[in-house]
Protein backbone atom coordinates (compact mmCIF):
# COMPACT_ATOMS: atom_id res chain seq x y z
CA UNK A 1 0.00 0.00 0.00
CA UNK A 2 1.19 3.36 -0.58
CA UNK A 3 2.21 5.72 1.77
CA UNK A 4 -0.43 8.18 0.61
CA UNK A 5 -3.07 5.00 1.00
CA UNK A 6 -1.80 4.66 4.46
CA UNK A 7 -2.69 8.46 5.61
CA UNK A 8 -5.90 9.17 4.18
CA UNK A 9 -7.71 5.61 5.30
CA UNK A 10 -6.97 3.83 1.67
CA UNK A 11 -6.27 0.48 3.30
CA UNK A 12 -5.79 -1.22 6.65
CA UNK A 13 -2.61 -1.61 8.17
CA UNK A 14 -1.85 -5.32 9.62
CA UNK A 15 -1.88 -5.26 13.67
CA UNK A 16 2.00 -5.58 15.01
CA UNK A 17 1.34 -8.15 17.71
CA UNK A 18 -2.04 -10.28 16.15
CA UNK A 19 -0.81 -9.76 12.12
CA UNK A 20 -4.28 -9.10 11.41
CA UNK A 21 -6.28 -6.18 10.94
CA UNK A 22 -6.67 -4.64 14.59
CA UNK A 23 -9.17 -2.14 15.99
CA UNK A 24 -6.67 0.77 15.98
CA UNK A 25 -5.99 0.38 12.21
CA UNK A 26 -9.10 0.09 10.96
CA UNK A 27 -9.87 2.97 8.20
CA UNK A 28 -11.97 5.58 8.75
CA UNK A 29 -15.84 3.91 7.48
CA UNK A 30 -14.31 0.31 7.79
CA UNK A 31 -17.43 -0.68 10.80
CA UNK A 32 -20.28 1.57 8.59
CA UNK A 33 -22.61 -0.49 6.44
CA UNK A 34 -22.46 0.22 2.33
CA UNK A 35 -25.41 -0.27 0.38
CA UNK A 36 -25.79 -1.75 -2.91
CA UNK A 37 -27.58 0.49 -4.53
CA UNK A 38 -26.14 3.79 -6.47
CA UNK A 39 -27.06 7.18 -5.26
CA UNK A 40 -27.41 10.00 -6.40
CA UNK A 41 -27.06 13.64 -5.10
CA UNK A 42 -30.94 13.97 -5.00
CA UNK A 43 -31.41 11.03 -2.64
CA UNK A 44 -29.60 13.38 0.05
CA UNK A 45 -32.09 15.94 -0.17
CA UNK A 46 -34.82 16.35 2.09
CA UNK A 47 -38.10 17.42 1.12
CA UNK A 48 -38.13 20.76 3.54
CA UNK A 49 -37.69 24.79 1.87
CA UNK A 50 -34.55 25.53 2.68
CA UNK A 51 -34.65 29.04 5.03
CA UNK A 52 -31.31 30.89 4.21
CA UNK A 53 -31.17 34.33 3.13
CA UNK A 54 -31.20 34.27 -0.59
CA UNK A 55 -27.31 34.45 -1.71
CA UNK A 56 -26.11 32.75 1.41
CA UNK A 57 -22.58 30.87 1.03
CA UNK A 58 -24.39 27.72 2.64
CA UNK A 59 -26.14 26.93 -0.27
CA UNK A 60 -23.05 26.22 -2.08
CA UNK A 61 -21.67 24.31 0.93
CA UNK A 62 -25.23 22.57 1.37
CA UNK A 63 -24.83 21.42 -2.97
CA UNK A 64 -21.38 20.33 -2.46
CA UNK A 65 -22.36 17.99 0.91
CA UNK A 66 -25.34 16.63 -0.71
CA UNK A 67 -23.50 16.03 -4.11
CA UNK A 68 -20.28 14.41 -2.65
CA UNK A 69 -22.15 11.86 0.28
CA UNK A 70 -23.14 9.46 -2.56
CA UNK A 71 -19.16 9.08 -3.54
CA UNK A 72 -19.22 7.62 0.07
CA UNK A 73 -21.89 4.36 -0.48
CA UNK A 74 -22.58 4.05 3.13
CA UNK A 75 -26.24 3.90 4.03
CA UNK A 76 -28.12 7.08 4.48
CA UNK A 77 -29.61 5.93 7.95
CA UNK A 78 -25.79 5.42 8.98
CA UNK A 79 -24.84 8.88 8.05
CA UNK A 80 -25.88 11.24 11.20
CA UNK A 81 -24.86 15.34 11.56
CA UNK A 82 -24.60 17.25 14.26
CA UNK A 83 -25.25 20.50 15.14
CA UNK A 84 -25.20 23.44 17.54
CA UNK A 85 -26.96 27.14 17.42
CA UNK A 86 -26.32 29.48 14.15
CA UNK A 87 -27.13 29.46 10.61
CA UNK A 88 -25.14 26.85 9.68
CA UNK A 89 -27.04 24.56 12.14
CA UNK A 90 -30.07 24.22 9.82
CA UNK A 91 -27.86 22.02 7.75
CA UNK A 92 -29.58 18.72 8.83
CA UNK A 93 -33.11 20.03 7.84
CA UNK A 94 -31.82 19.75 3.85
CA UNK A 95 -30.05 16.27 4.54
CA UNK A 96 -32.24 12.81 3.78
CA UNK A 97 -29.76 11.64 7.02
CA UNK A 98 -30.64 11.42 10.00
CA UNK A 99 -29.64 14.90 11.98
CA UNK A 100 -29.65 16.05 15.68
CA UNK A 101 -30.06 19.80 16.30
CA UNK A 102 -28.28 19.94 19.99
CA UNK A 103 -27.51 23.34 21.91
CA UNK A 104 -25.34 25.63 21.43
CA UNK A 105 -21.55 24.85 21.43
CA UNK A 106 -22.27 21.47 22.97
CA UNK A 107 -22.57 19.43 19.23
CA UNK A 108 -18.73 18.18 19.44
CA UNK A 109 -19.65 16.95 22.88
CA UNK A 110 -22.64 15.13 21.88
CA UNK A 111 -21.17 13.87 18.67
CA UNK A 112 -18.35 12.21 20.43
CA UNK A 113 -20.78 10.15 22.85
CA UNK A 114 -22.64 8.96 19.04
CA UNK A 115 -19.28 8.36 17.86
CA UNK A 116 -16.98 6.65 20.11
CA UNK A 117 -20.59 4.46 21.13
CA UNK A 118 -21.93 4.10 17.81
CA UNK A 119 -18.75 3.07 15.33
CA UNK A 120 -21.34 1.86 12.35
CA UNK A 121 -22.03 5.43 12.24
CA UNK A 122 -20.32 8.15 10.04
CA UNK A 123 -20.47 11.53 12.51
CA UNK A 124 -20.53 14.70 11.31
CA UNK A 125 -20.53 18.11 13.31
CA UNK A 126 -21.34 21.09 11.34
CA UNK A 127 -21.07 24.47 13.50
CA UNK A 128 -20.13 28.19 12.97
CA UNK A 129 -17.26 30.90 14.06
CA UNK A 130 -19.43 31.86 16.74
CA UNK A 131 -20.95 28.26 17.30
CA UNK A 132 -17.75 26.70 17.58
CA UNK A 133 -15.02 29.07 18.94
CA UNK A 134 -17.31 30.67 21.55
CA UNK A 135 -19.69 29.50 23.90
CA UNK A 136 -18.22 26.14 22.22
CA UNK A 137 -14.70 26.45 21.99
CA UNK A 138 -13.99 24.20 25.05
CA UNK A 139 -16.01 21.44 23.39
CA UNK A 140 -13.89 22.01 20.40
CA UNK A 141 -10.60 21.93 21.44
CA UNK A 142 -10.78 18.57 23.23
CA UNK A 143 -12.92 16.43 20.65
CA UNK A 144 -9.67 17.69 18.71
CA UNK A 145 -6.75 16.62 20.97
CA UNK A 146 -8.95 13.14 21.78
CA UNK A 147 -8.73 12.56 18.24
CA UNK A 148 -12.60 11.29 18.13
CA UNK A 149 -13.56 9.61 14.55
CA UNK A 150 -15.83 12.31 13.47
CA UNK A 151 -15.73 15.61 10.99
CA UNK A 152 -15.48 19.01 11.61
CA UNK A 153 -17.01 21.53 9.05
CA UNK A 154 -16.45 25.08 10.99
CA UNK A 155 -18.50 27.92 9.01
CA UNK A 156 -16.45 30.99 9.23
CA UNK A 157 -18.39 34.16 7.90
CA UNK A 158 -16.68 36.19 10.48
CA UNK A 159 -20.01 37.79 12.25
CA UNK A 160 -22.98 36.29 13.52
CA UNK A 161 -25.77 36.03 10.61
CA UNK A 162 -28.38 34.60 13.02
CA UNK A 163 -28.34 37.34 15.35
CA UNK A 164 -28.74 39.70 13.19
CA UNK A 165 -24.98 40.99 12.83
CA UNK A 166 -23.23 41.06 16.15
CA UNK A 167 -18.92 40.60 15.72
CA UNK A 168 -17.66 36.83 16.33
CA UNK A 169 -14.63 35.32 17.81
CA UNK A 170 -13.38 35.39 13.68
CA UNK A 171 -13.73 39.13 13.24
CA UNK A 172 -11.36 41.23 12.40
CA UNK A 173 -9.87 43.63 14.77
CA UNK A 174 -11.58 47.23 14.42
CA UNK A 175 -14.68 45.76 13.05
CA UNK A 176 -17.77 47.93 13.63
CA UNK A 177 -21.32 46.03 14.30
CA UNK A 178 -24.34 46.35 16.07
CA UNK A 179 -22.31 44.80 19.27
CA UNK A 180 -18.86 47.06 18.49
CA UNK A 181 -20.05 50.29 17.22
CA UNK A 182 -16.49 51.86 18.15
CA UNK A 183 -15.38 48.70 16.75
CA UNK A 184 -14.22 45.16 17.93
CA UNK A 185 -11.35 45.31 21.04
CA UNK A 186 -10.95 41.72 20.43
CA UNK A 187 -8.06 40.21 18.44
CA UNK A 188 -9.77 37.06 16.38
CA UNK A 189 -8.78 33.65 16.80
CA UNK A 190 -6.89 31.66 13.36
CA UNK A 191 -9.22 28.82 13.30
CA UNK A 192 -6.38 26.88 11.59
CA UNK A 193 -3.92 27.61 14.25
CA UNK A 194 -6.13 26.75 17.14
CA UNK A 195 -6.73 23.43 16.06
CA UNK A 196 -3.11 22.65 15.18
CA UNK A 197 -2.61 23.70 18.74
CA UNK A 198 -4.91 21.36 19.57
CA UNK A 199 -2.84 18.66 17.69
CA UNK A 200 -6.04 17.72 15.68
CA UNK A 201 -4.72 14.99 13.42
CA UNK A 202 -6.29 16.42 10.29
CA UNK A 203 -7.18 20.46 9.51
CA UNK A 204 -8.05 21.87 6.33
CA UNK A 205 -9.30 24.88 4.88
CA UNK A 206 -11.31 25.76 1.68
CA UNK A 207 -13.98 27.80 0.34
CA UNK A 208 -17.78 27.95 -0.34
CA UNK A 209 -17.59 28.83 -4.17
CA UNK A 210 -14.77 26.58 -5.26
CA UNK A 211 -16.96 23.50 -5.03
CA UNK A 212 -13.85 21.61 -6.96
CA UNK A 213 -11.82 22.16 -4.06
CA UNK A 214 -14.20 21.61 -1.17
CA UNK A 215 -15.00 18.55 -2.66
CA UNK A 216 -11.54 17.29 -2.87
CA UNK A 217 -10.93 18.64 0.73
CA UNK A 218 -14.45 16.72 2.37
CA UNK A 219 -13.13 13.79 0.32
CA UNK A 220 -10.26 14.01 2.40
CA UNK A 221 -11.64 14.45 5.82
CA UNK A 222 -13.82 11.46 5.10
CA UNK A 223 -11.17 8.87 4.11
CA UNK A 224 -9.18 10.11 7.47
CA UNK A 225 -9.48 8.15 10.44
CA UNK A 226 -9.50 10.64 13.43
CA UNK A 227 -11.20 13.99 14.07
CA UNK A 228 -10.86 15.65 11.26
CA UNK A 229 -11.00 19.90 11.20
CA UNK A 230 -12.25 21.70 8.15
CA UNK A 231 -12.49 25.54 7.73
CA UNK A 232 -14.87 26.76 4.90
CA UNK A 233 -14.67 30.67 4.35
CA UNK A 234 -18.62 31.17 3.90
CA UNK A 235 -20.21 33.96 2.69
CA UNK A 236 -22.80 36.35 4.71
CA UNK A 237 -24.19 38.36 2.40
CA UNK A 238 -26.39 40.42 4.65
CA UNK A 239 -24.16 40.99 7.42
CA UNK A 240 -20.68 40.51 6.05
CA UNK A 241 -20.63 40.18 2.17
CA UNK A 242 -17.58 40.30 0.70
CA UNK A 243 -15.48 39.08 3.49
CA UNK A 244 -13.34 36.99 1.23
CA UNK A 245 -13.66 38.13 -1.91
CA UNK A 246 -9.85 38.65 -2.99
CA UNK A 247 -10.01 34.88 -2.38
CA UNK A 248 -12.34 34.66 -5.14
CA UNK A 249 -12.56 37.36 -7.09
CA UNK A 250 -10.81 36.41 -10.99
CA UNK A 251 -8.09 39.88 -10.92
CA UNK A 252 -7.05 38.67 -7.29
CA UNK A 253 -7.52 35.24 -6.17
CA UNK A 254 -4.34 33.73 -7.90
CA UNK A 255 -2.52 36.30 -6.16
CA UNK A 256 -4.15 36.27 -2.88
CA UNK A 257 -4.72 31.88 -2.53
CA UNK A 258 -2.07 29.78 -1.97
CA UNK A 259 -3.21 26.35 -2.58
CA UNK A 260 -1.04 23.38 -0.81
CA UNK A 261 -1.05 20.07 -1.65
CA UNK A 262 1.47 17.61 -0.11
CA UNK A 263 4.62 17.00 -1.70
CA UNK A 264 4.62 19.97 -4.11
CA UNK A 265 6.45 23.50 -3.57
CA UNK A 266 4.38 25.50 -2.25
CA UNK A 267 3.73 28.34 -5.02
CA UNK A 268 1.35 31.06 -5.86
CA UNK A 269 0.26 33.61 -8.26
CA UNK A 270 -0.79 33.60 -11.62
CA UNK A 271 2.23 31.61 -13.08
CA UNK A 272 3.32 30.66 -9.86
CA UNK A 273 5.89 33.03 -9.90
CA UNK A 274 5.74 33.57 -5.67
CA UNK A 275 6.89 31.10 -3.18
CA UNK A 276 7.09 30.31 0.34
CA UNK A 277 10.60 29.23 1.79
CA UNK A 278 12.06 29.42 5.19
CA UNK A 279 14.21 32.43 6.18
CA UNK A 280 17.90 30.60 7.35
CA UNK A 281 18.39 33.37 10.04
CA UNK A 282 15.30 33.10 11.80
CA UNK A 283 13.63 29.87 10.24
CA UNK A 284 10.58 32.25 9.81
CA UNK A 285 8.60 31.24 6.27
CA UNK A 286 8.69 34.24 3.71
CA UNK A 287 7.64 34.68 0.35
CA UNK A 288 10.40 34.24 -2.25
CA UNK A 289 10.55 35.17 -6.11
CA UNK A 290 11.13 31.54 -7.98
CA UNK A 291 13.10 32.73 -10.52
CA UNK A 292 15.81 34.08 -8.37
CA UNK A 293 15.84 31.00 -6.21
CA UNK A 294 15.31 28.09 -8.28
CA UNK A 295 11.99 25.59 -7.48
CA UNK A 296 14.35 23.62 -5.73
CA UNK A 297 14.56 26.45 -3.57
CA UNK A 298 11.20 26.38 -2.07
CA UNK A 299 9.33 24.66 0.64
CA UNK A 300 8.06 21.49 -0.04
CA UNK A 301 4.41 20.64 1.39
CA UNK A 302 4.88 18.27 3.65
CA UNK A 303 0.50 17.39 5.08
CA UNK A 304 2.02 14.08 6.84
CA UNK A 305 4.83 15.55 9.14
CA UNK A 306 4.58 14.49 12.70
CA UNK A 307 5.62 17.83 14.07
CA UNK A 308 3.03 20.37 13.42
CA UNK A 309 5.35 23.83 13.60
CA UNK A 310 5.54 24.12 9.97
CA UNK A 311 1.49 23.76 9.42
CA UNK A 312 0.77 26.43 11.97
CA UNK A 313 3.90 28.67 10.46
CA UNK A 314 1.50 28.50 7.07
CA UNK A 315 -1.39 29.09 9.08
CA UNK A 316 -0.16 32.55 10.19
CA UNK A 317 1.24 33.57 6.59
CA UNK A 318 -1.92 35.36 5.51
CA UNK A 319 -2.66 39.10 6.64
CA UNK A 320 -5.51 41.32 7.14
CA UNK A 321 -6.02 41.71 3.39
CA UNK A 322 -5.78 37.65 2.71
CA UNK A 323 -2.71 37.88 0.78
CA UNK A 324 -1.09 34.56 1.13
CA UNK A 325 -3.73 32.55 2.08
CA UNK A 326 -3.03 28.84 2.43
CA UNK A 327 -5.93 26.75 1.27
CA UNK A 328 -6.11 23.00 1.33
CA UNK A 329 -4.89 20.42 4.10
CA UNK A 330 -2.70 21.47 6.12
CA UNK A 331 -2.02 18.50 8.38
CA UNK A 332 -2.89 14.62 7.91
CA UNK A 333 -1.38 12.45 10.34
CA UNK A 334 -2.09 8.89 11.86
CA UNK A 335 -2.82 8.69 15.74
CA UNK A 336 -4.93 6.32 17.56
CA UNK A 337 -8.45 7.77 17.96
CA UNK A 338 -10.38 7.98 21.44
CA UNK A 339 -12.46 5.77 20.19
CA UNK A 340 -10.40 2.62 19.92
CA UNK A 341 -8.92 3.35 22.72
CA UNK A 342 -11.85 3.22 24.49
CA UNK A 343 -13.26 0.01 22.78
CA UNK A 344 -9.83 -1.81 24.02
CA UNK A 345 -10.55 -0.58 27.44
CA UNK A 346 -14.13 -1.93 27.98
CA UNK A 347 -12.84 -5.26 26.22
CA UNK A 348 -9.91 -5.43 28.79
CA UNK A 349 -11.97 -5.06 31.56
CA UNK A 350 -14.96 -7.63 30.59
CA UNK A 351 -11.98 -10.07 29.87
CA UNK A 352 -10.67 -9.26 33.23
CA UNK A 353 -13.75 -8.83 35.62
CA UNK A 354 -16.70 -9.61 33.35
CA UNK A 355 -19.29 -7.75 32.10
CA UNK A 356 -21.18 -6.58 35.30
CA UNK A 357 -24.76 -5.67 36.31
CA UNK A 358 -26.06 -2.55 36.43
CA UNK A 359 -27.84 -3.21 39.50
CA UNK A 360 -25.29 -4.94 41.36
CA UNK A 361 -22.90 -1.38 40.17
CA UNK A 362 -25.65 1.56 41.65
CA UNK A 363 -26.49 -0.95 44.97
CA UNK A 364 -23.16 -2.14 46.08
CA UNK A 365 -19.51 -1.02 47.18
CA UNK A 366 -19.29 2.96 48.02
CA UNK A 367 -22.99 3.49 49.75
CA UNK A 368 -23.51 5.36 52.45
CA UNK A 369 -26.79 6.17 54.55
CA UNK A 370 -27.44 10.12 55.66
CA UNK A 371 -30.23 9.88 58.44
Not at 48 to 54: L, T
Not at 89 to 103: E, K, V
Not at 170 to 194: H, V, Y
Not at 285 to 300: F, K, M, P, S
Request: aromatic share 8%; hydrophobic share 35%; charged share 20%.
Amino acid sequence: MSETAAHNGGGTRPHPEAGIPGPRHRTSLELVPRTSDKQTAKEFKSDQEVRWCPGCGDYAILAAVQGFLPELGLRRENIVFVLGIGCSSRFPYYLNTYGLHSIHGRAPAIATGLAASRPDLSVWVVTGDGDALSIGGNHLIHVLRRNVNLKILLFNNRIYGLTKGQYSPTSEQGKITKSTPLGSLDAPFNPISLALGAEATFVARTIDSDRKHLTEVLRAAAAHRGAAFVEIYQNCNIFNDDAFEPLKAVDTRDDFTIRLVHGEPITYGKDGEFGIARDRGTAALGTVNVAEVGIEGVLRHDAHSDDPSIAFALSRLADESLRRTPIGVFRQVDRVTYDDLMSEQIEQSISEQGPGELATLLAGGDTWSVS
